[in-house]
């Protein structure tokens, strides 16, 4: 290990750590784990830290920008640039950055690519920033234009800059900006990429053409950097689960720098010391700290405000913030195994809300002390070509677990003629909706041999009932949806709304880009489940949606 001061490492690494572990600065549990990780990487004997290239890059942002580096920025800044295996190579090329609205990750990123394309000094390193809106991905690149803007006198020599890019002239390397459109990066050869708020992410499609492009330059890096968000089952859940992974050891060899900034407990926002564990920056921005405390004074009253701050600011995910029908956790436990159904009697229901929409479908059998949920979801075109909802429905749609529509609506015999496919595996004894879905079904369900077709309740007095029956089935993890992601997006999306006498009401999160009728639909069968015999000792649900 190259090192030319007194300390075990490099300041900038030694003074975090030591910071953290004195308790200086407020950490998470995922930071503590971090700390035990790099320790273990930094001693192998192939590892290297070049003060050097940490000096350089240091100092080239100090020169230029209107701040002073952070802790935690001089750390991670650190190992982006003076890291190295024996070989040369990046001991860490992918870096996961996940911190509470409001700590500077834009400036920090600004700043990263400032030096990447410049003073790195490596020939035609192209750093592109990229985001799911152009306000987004504008952000960090403006800043440098700033910048260079503030010290244009001194800086013209050496960059050339438009509004769409900046460019480094004695390296030929530029920085540029992009939208996740997959239809604009013909010919991209970038050193590095900047995921900006990768939250928005549905899928690793979009990602995978940015990524694809790298290893034409030396010292490839990638960056996702992020708050949380509310979309679950998505490319940002997947990070934090392998960043987990790799923190307990489970992943070897990875080369990905896990820097997660959360709560350990939604509990903790009520101690205003513990935000730090959220926003490492929030001692040094007093600004920053006053308009969260109002924030936060605000949340009692302000449902809406209390999923924002909690998701953005704490980077607890959004569900928490709401009386949940579970948490995420017992959600996912969920994905179990189908058990054996064939010839097995069962409930069969239906929910949708509208007939250009989405419609959510499914079978409910019990068995072994079970609810085996089995679940199709039909979707129109209309609906898909309108809105981006934050699922990744292409996928459920090659699982099998979604049909696309390309009616004008969703006529009722897609439906009819699912359940009559089922209806030569399963003994479907009823079929359940709501009183306005029934009878605009009626016709055709009745035509293809379903004669019991009974109306389903809702309303509080209905959840209410139910409530203790769903509590319990997530609580003690006795329902399996199987490996069916929309069923869990589904859930995910309800939250429990109480009155002043105790009774409940299940309610839609967010009524434009989330759904619920896979769920509702298990509602629905769940009201009927005493008309399943009773040595089916398992009880299974399967729905689907159109």
Not at 49 to 67: M, Q
Not at 189 to 207: K, L, S, T
Request: with cysteine; aromatic share 14%.
């Amino acid at each position: 290990m190259m090192t030319t001061s007194n300390y075990r490492y490099h300041e900038y690494i030694d003074v975090y750590f030591q910071k953290v572990a004195d308790g200086e600065i407020i950490a998470s549990k995922e930071i503590h784990e971090l700390i035990t990780y790099l320790k273990i990487v930094l001693d192998k004997p192939n590892v290297y830290i070049d003060e050097n290239e940490i000096s350089k890059a240091a100092e080239n942002i100090h020169e230029y920008f209107p701040f002073e580096l952070l802790d935690w920025e001089k750390f991670i800044l650190a190992f982006v640039v003076g890291v190295f295996y024996e070989d040369g190579s990046l001991v860490f090329n992918e870096f996961f950055l996940m911190l509470g609205r409001g700590a500077g990750k834009n400036g920090f990123i600004a700043a990263l690519s400032f030096y990447l394309i410049g003073k790195q000094n490596i020939a035609k390193y192209d750093v592109a920033i990229v985001a799911t809106s152009q306000e987004q991905a504008k952000t960090s690149f403006m800043d440098v234009h700033g910048v260079l803007e503030d010290h244009w006198k001194k800086l013209k020599r050496f960059f050339k800059k438009t509004l769409k890019m900046i460019g480094y002239l004695k390296t030929r390397s530029k920085l540029i900006y992009y939208t996740n459109n997959a239809k604009t990066k013909d010919g991209l050869r970038p050193g590095a990429i900047i995921f900006d708020e990768v939250h928005a992410y549905e899928d690793e499609e979009n990602i995978k053409v940015f990524t694809s492009a790298l290893g034409k330059v030396p010292r490839p890096r990638r960056f996702y950097i992020t708050t949380d968000g509310n979309l679950r089952d998505g490319f940002l859940d997947r990070m934090k689960e392998e960043a987990k992974m790799i923190l307990r050891g489970e992943i070897k060899n990875s080369r990905m720098f896990p820097f997660i900034c959360r709560l350990d407990s939604a509990d903790e926002v009520h101690d205003f010391q513990m935000w730090e564990k959220a926003n490492p920056s929030i001692r040094h921005f007093p600004d920053l700290r006053l308009e969260m405390e109002i924030e936060y004074n605000n949340l009692e009253h302000r449902k809406s405000a209390k999923l924002e701050f909690m998701t953005k600011r704490m980077n607890i995910p959004s569900v928490d913030a709401y009386d949940a029908i579970a948490v995420w956790e017992k959600i996912k436990a969920t994905n179990k195994p189908i058990p054996e159904l064939k010839g097995m009697t069962c409930i069969g229901a239906i929910d949708y809300s509208d007939t250009t929409d989405f419609v959510g479908v499914g079978l409910l059998f019990k068995k072994d002390g079970k609810y085996v949920w089995l679940h199709h979801t039909f979707i129109n075109k209309k609906s898909i070509k309108n809105y981006n909802y934050k699922v990744d429905w292409r996928l459920a749609k090659e699982q099998g677990y979604v049909t696309i529509i390309k009616d004008e609506t969703n006529k009722p015999e897609h439906i009819a003629k699912w359940f009559a496919e089922q209806a030569r595996h399963y003994k479907i004894k009823l079929i359940t909706a709501d009183m306005y879905r029934i009878n605009y079904l009626r016709e055709e369900f009745e035509a293809m041999g379903f004669s019991k077709l009974e109306i389903a309740r809702s309303g509080s007095k209905t959840h209410t009932q139910l409530q203790p029956i769903v509590e319990d089935l997530f609580a003690y993890e006795n329902l399996i949806f199987g490996d069916d992601l929309m069923m869990r997006w589904y859930t995910n999306n309800v939250y429990i709304k109480r009155d002043g006498k105790g009774n409940i009401t299940y309610e839609k999160i967010d009524p434009k880009f989330r759904k619920t009728d896979g769920f509702f639909a298990l509602l629905h069968a769940l009201q009927y489940e005493s008309e399943l015999p009773k040595q089916q000792k398992l009880v299974v649900f399967k729905a689907r949606t159109y």
